[in-house]
């Protein structure tokens, strides 16, 4: 599969080792500062280092300190979505969904810091190859990279804290003292500054990339990542601007025919793909396998960490286009899971599900079943009776190294983008309706209705966003920037409790263990700002009600 060539610079913007100075030998293994800019290959060397610092999603201290998106506690389960797995210490369950977080106990600790060393990178990169001797031609989209990347870490910061400082200059205290400490920047300040970052490298990127280096930036990635920070700002026009100038790019973005094996390796780097981060089995791999699978498969044991909520479920509509509580009259009581939207049975393993070459049971009764629901959790299995597939590749043994890319912008997302900005701005014309409907087509559902109003087409474009981006990293920012988390949470989660009577399953609602989330409006739709930050720079100010 194509990856990109990632390589560590040994020795980049640091002095050289002591050495034997009467001796003027250059060290063949490592690079010194006038080295790294001689060349444009010596250049890209650095440029490849920042890739490798990218991240597919905020980083936790749980357990495995990974990115979110790869690791045992993805940020669906932040959200009504999923429920994490029985397994004490998970941020999600112990620390966010019971509110105990804070500035001295932050759930993404080592975030801020690992973002603002890449940051640090960007902004070197972009001084030093900005002013490097090599030809034009080869160092513009060098540079138009790093100022993508610059403003795609820049914006994982945003997301989770708001207005943090704005540093676009390289900095060491040993030369400007005091100087090196900023103050944050407003919210809008720094929407602006990330949006100018994008603008400026569209013109200097490609359209497309040849398969040898997938995963570099396009201009599909920096249109995409502007679209969506437009669309968390609530800049509707210029959200519905961005993402129509992707839908109009001729870059050739469609939607994958197959919803479910879009995310498979064997598929990656596919026609929806707008930007991915690159693994690579064994050599830059990952254990998602691992984590995400049921408790118990055919061919071995997952950590089950991510349970699908009953409310998830209910939000996927049956192939008549409605769901359950409007009255779908494809809903059958006794066969809950038949004829639904086909993004379900690609997305969730539920009770009697085919998976890995042999049917999951969370039903009760069942013997020696380590996949049953037990809500409290407390028994090592299942809390919602539900498990995740999507993206799960059934061909990898769980604890097997997957080379799978996490997708951090994909075509879809950038029509539901669109018909949202678009709704809000203007209201739900054709346009709005046809990006929609396409994304509906290919779950195998009608059309929208049509005459909906403003508010009954916001109300199914959230609807769609929930189902088409569920597990993707997108439903927790979705609550906040729409202030809906606070009535979202309210509610306990619930979970599916399957028993059988004369053999045949009864199909029974009830209350997720664990499924109540703390959620105190006055502060919680931004994460604190860790202690430990503000402790080095006190001229960063805490987020309110902190």
Not at 4 to 16: V, W
Request: charged share 20%; proline share 7%; hydrophobic share 40%.
């Amino acid at each position: 599969m194509p990856v990109l060539r990632i390589y560590t610079l040994l020795f980049c913007m640091i002095a050289l080792a002591a050495c034997d100075h009467t001796l003027d030998i250059s060290p063949t293994d490592q690079l010194n500062d006038d080295d790294v800019w001689a060349t444009p290959q010596n250049a890209q060397l650095f440029l490849n280092d920042i890739y490798n610092s990218l991240n597919a999603g905020p980083q936790s201290t749980v357990f495995t300190n990974l990115p979110s998106e790869i690791s045992n506690d993805p940020l669906d389960n932040f959200s009504d979505n999923s429920i994490s797995g029985p397994l004490a210490g998970i941020p999600s369950y112990q620390n966010f969904a019971q509110g105990a977080y804070g500035p001295s106990a932050p759930i993404f600790t080592p975030h801020w810091g690992n973002m603002y060393a890449a940051i640090r990178k960007c902004n070197i990169f972009i001084k030093e190859a900005g002013a490097a001797s090599f030809d034009e031609a080869v160092k513009k989209p060098m540079v138009a990279q790093a100022k993508f990347l610059r403003a795609y870490f820049y914006k994982s910061l945003v997301d989770l804290y708001g207005g943090v400082p704005l540093i676009a200059i390289p900095l060491d205290r040993t030369q400007q003292g005091e100087a090196i400490f900023y103050p944050r920047s407003t919210y809008a300040e720094c929407v602006d500054f990330i949006r100018k970052d994008c603008e400026e490298a569209v013109p200097d990127l490609p359209l497309k990339v040849a398969p040898k280096d997938a995963g570099r930036a396009t201009k599909g990635a920096a249109l995409a990542l502007k679209g969506e920070l437009e669309l968390y700002a609530g800049r509707w026009q210029e959200a519905a601007a961005t993402n129509l100038q992707i839908m109009q790019s001729g870059a050739g973005y469609d939607l994958y025919a197959d919803y479910g094996a879009l995310f498979l390796p064997a598929n990656e780097n596919n026609i929806e793909v707008i930007f991915d981060v690159q693994y690579a089995a064994n050599i830059r791999g990952h254990i998602r396998e691992k984590y995400w699978n049921p408790v118990r498969t055919s061919d071995g044991t997952g950590w089950g960490a991510v349970n699908p909520t009953q409310d998830l479920v209910d939000d996927y509509e049956f192939l008549d286009g409605k769901t359950e509580a409007e009255g779908s009259a494809q809903f059958d009581p006794a066969q809950p899971y038949a004829n639904r939207d086909k993004r379900f049975a690609a997305t969730i393993i539920y009770d009697g599900a085919s998976w890995k070459g042999g049917v999951i049971y969370t039903r009760l009764g069942v013997p020696n079943n380590n996949n049953e629901l037990d809500a409290s959790g407390a028994g090592g299995k299942g809390r919602t009776g539900y498990f995740l597939k999507k993206m799960l590749d059934p061909a990898i043994v769980p604890g097997v190294s997957s080379g799978a890319n996490p997708i951090i912008w994909r075509y879809a997302e950038v029509l539901l983008n669109y018909a949202e900005a678009k709704n809000e701005f203007s209201g739900p014309d054709n346009t709005v309706y046809n990006a929609v409907n396409l994304v509906r087509k290919r779950a195998g559902l009608p059309d929208l209705p049509a005459g909906l109003d403003k508010a009954a087409m916001r109300a199914r474009i959230r609807r769609e966003r929930r189902v088409e981006l569920a597990f993707e990293g997108k439903r927790l920012f979705d609550l906040w920037r729409w202030r809906t988390a606070e009535t979202v949470f309210s509610k306990p989660l619930r979970a599916m409790k399957i028993t059988l009577a004369g053999g045949k399953p009864v199909y029974e609602k009830v209350n997720a263990g664990g499924g109540k989330i703390a959620f105190d409006p006055s502060k919680n739709y931004l994460m604190p700002i860790p202690q430990s930050v503000i402790a080095q720079n006190n001229k960063i100010s805490q987020n309110p009600n902190y």
